[in-house]
């Protein structure tokens, strides 16, 4: 049986972009732990609040940054 995770794509966006998490981090004024945790897709929860700051830095969606994945 499959099921839907949700996957954040942060860590590729940055790479893109030729930005390190330290920079988004001062950028935003997110920890950087809390950075990493988004790169690393290890994040259990994602504060509204930080998505909206990291999609308006970053000029980009929402969907931009999060994906749905079936996984098995």
Do not use: F, W, Y
Not at 28 to 35: A, E, L, M, N
Not at 45 to 56: G, V
């Amino acid at each position: 049986m499959s099921t839907l995770t949700v996957r954040i794509k942060l860590a590729e966006i940055l790479a893109e972009r030729g930005m390190s998490q330290r920079e988004l981090s001062r950028l935003t004024g997110i920890r950087h732990p809390s950075i990493n945790e988004m790169c690393e897709n290890k994040t259990q929860r994602l504060p509204l609040d930080n998505l909206a700051i990291i999609c308006e830095k970053l000029n980009v969606g929402i969907t931009d940054i999060l994906t749905l994945t079936e996984t098995s």
